[in-house]
């Protein structure tokens, strides 16, 4: 967390303090072409959506984006009140910011109008995956999408040159599908299990303890979680992976928008270290003798205490055998393990958070996670293992999870318009952008409010209703059932389309599994709340605003627990 802060504060400085000379000198460089945008926005045609306030055309609300996203949501929010379609400008590009269910949908169609190759070709492949401009072209030529048959017209394209499928085959297939997510899911429970057996022993002896939700989470939560993607010995090799990883992930947004390396140097650094780390841990478990073996392995369904799981060992061999360098596998694998934990872990901070300081909550969540203990004929309770079909149906687990993922998720989905497309009774351009914003559909009172309880708060029921069930001997009882409150097109928080989560089932096993081992092992109780620096603070955690539009905001606050080891 710490180096977190200081990257973040770092920026925070560059922006308040350095940020006023260098937006000086930014609008002076580029004064006489805003003048000219200046001109092309108000002579702009009458029949076009609202437009943001942009006070340094094109300069002002690109700045406000990247550098204060919180306050730019804020507008955002305040203008899609009163139309469902508005535009502003990322730089040169056109962006369409949308809500509403029917513009939601477009966005996601299976079409081939709208997708985010550009913003891949753009940004991701150079800034992540560290392509060569030939290795981008590759990809560029492939006009035979995502999908497993050709789009129409291009089912000549020989199948090793349909780069965009075989890169989504290998997400979809070795994450998504339940014969592959499976091990990883039960390989997570065990690394889970371990860290908690190890760091907090049960025994007569368990005393209490106080645990820090953040330092929990991003220590052990984030191991498990890496073990189980890329096995345990990066951690042999590399201990200070998580260090690396957290610094990196702090600066990703900086990164991926290209910003000037003598401008801002902090965030390519951070890069680097976790870079060099994933080079290194590459070229030991993939060496050229090597690969071979472990690429036949990739052929096993299995986890793998070599390589982890197998869609790193996939993605490695697919990159390999497609004539990609060693460099876009290391970017494809830091990629992988950022998409793995840095939105699982604060969605299981909030997650912590909102059920132990509700003790009817945890008392509701306990008696869930009871009903899904598989006991081992002839074995002790020690040994029993979580049922993750059973668990991930759970109604108040569901009911929470819904809820934080709603709250603290904030990010707009974007995709580019490959054709023209009409909106809101708009024509869009071709190369214009389309963005949905997660927090305004989240965050709609006429979907999610209820009387009491207002669409910003947590609502740990707001996701469920009670039926009237009959026992055996005829009595009535009313029992809970999951049921979303609003419509999914008003919340994708994984989302959507061709290019929705692969991981989501993965990350739903493990974050149930988390709190499952932690409820059922623990009394649990939440004792104040800190600043990040652990001084007391006076108020509970909101979500992190630093975080703001780039996926889980995590709390800025953190919560000590007491934590008493009972199973
Ligand atoms: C609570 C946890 C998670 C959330 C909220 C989340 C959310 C998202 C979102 C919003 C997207 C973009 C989808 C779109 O554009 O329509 C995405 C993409 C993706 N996620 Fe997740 N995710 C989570 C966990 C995971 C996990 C555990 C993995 C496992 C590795 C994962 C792997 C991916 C991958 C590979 C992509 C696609 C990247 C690409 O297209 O290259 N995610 N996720």
């Not at 492939?142 to 291009?154: E, H, I, L, V, Y």
């Not at 197998?310 to 990629?335: I, P, Y």
């Not at 927090?439 to 947590?458: C, I, M, N, R, S």
Request: glycine content about 6%; overall charge neutral; some cysteine.
């Amino acid at each position: 967390m710490e180096l977190f802060n200081v990257a973040v504060h770092q920026v925070q400085q560059l922006t308040e303090h350095c940020a006023e000379s260098k937006l000086l000198l930014t609008a002076a460089v580029l004064a006489p072409l805003s003048i000219a945008f200046f001109i092309f926005t108000f002579v702009a045609p009458r029949n076009a959506p609202p437009s943001l306030w942009d006070p340094i055309p094109y300069v002002f609300n690109t700045i406000q984006f990247a550098f204060n996203n919180e306050r730019f949501m804020v507008r955002v929010a305040n203008i899609l009140q009163n139309s469902r379609i508005a535009k502003f400008h990322l730089v040169s590009t056109p962006v369409f910011l949308v809500s509403g269910p029917e513009n939601i949908q477009t966005l996601f169609a299976r079409s081939h109008k709208v997708g985010n190759e550009t913003i891949f070709l753009e940004n991701v492949f150079p800034a992540l995956y560290r392509m060569s401009k030939d290795e981008k072209q590759r990809f560029a030529d492939d006009k035979s999408g995502r999908g497993r048959q050709p789009a129409p017209g291009t089912e000549h394209m020989p199948a090793h040159q349909r780069y965009w499928h075989g890169y989504e085959h290998v997400h979809s297939e070795y994450l998504s599908r339940a014969q592959h997510q499976r091990p990883m899911a039960e390989q997570f429970q065990t690394f889970i299990a371990a860290a908690l057996d190890k760091h907090f022993p049960p025994g007569l002896a368990a005393k209490p303890e106080t645990v820090s939700v953040m330092d929990f989470c991003r220590r052990h939560v984030a191991e498990a979680a890496v073990k189980t993607l890329l096995g345990p010995r990066i951690f042999e090799l590399f201990p200070d992976v998580l260090d690396a990883f957290w610094e990196f992930d702090s600066n990703i947004c900086l990164i991926t928008l290209a910003l000037p390396k003598w401008l801002f140097p902090g965030p390519y650094r951070a890069q680097e270290r976790f870079y060099t780390i994933i080079r290194k841990y590459l070229a030991a478990t993939y060496t050229d003798d090597a690969f071979d073996s472990v690429a036949a392995e990739a052929d096993q369904d299995g986890w793998n205490p070599k390589s982890g799981a197998r869609v790193s060992r996939e993605l490695v061999k697919w990159l390999k055998t497609s004539g990609f360098q060693d460099e876009v596998a290391v970017g494809a694998l830091a990629m992988l393990m950022f998409a793995m934990t840095s939105n699982t872990i604060p969605i299981v901070m909030w997650m912590m958070i909102e059920i132990t300081r509700d003790p009817s909550l945890l008392c509701a969540v306990r008696d869930e996670v009871a009903q899904a203990y598989i006991s081992q004929p002839g074995k002790d309770a020690a040994s029993r293992t979580l049922d993750l079909d059973k668990l991930s149906t759970m109604p108040f687990l569901q009911s929470v999870f819904a809820e934080v993922l709603r709250l603290h998720m904030n990010f707009n989905l974007m995709r580019n318009v490959n054709e023209p497309i009409a909106v809101e009774g708009f024509t869009l351009p071709r190369g214009s952008m389309l963005q949905a914003p997660m927090k305004v559909a989240h965050y709609d009172e006429t979907v999610w409010g209820a009387p009491g309880h207002a669409a910003a708060q947590f609502w740990a029921e707001r996701h469920i209703k009670y039926e009237e069930t009959a026992d055996a001997d005829g009595s009535v009882r009313k029992v809970p059932v999951f049921a979303m409150a609003g419509r999914p097109s008003s919340f994708f928080p994984f989302g959507g389309g061709q290019q929705i989560c692969p991981g989501r089932h993965l990350a739903k096993h493990e974050i149930f599994t988390v709190i499952a081992l932690l409820v059922s092992k623990f009394e649990i109780e939440p004792l104040e709340w800190t600043n990040t620096d652990g001084s007391p603070s006076l108020r509970a955690a909101r979500g992190d605003p630093r975080f703001s539009g780039i996926g889980a905001m995590p709390p800025d606050r953190d919560l000590k627990m007491r934590w008493t080891r009972i199973g």
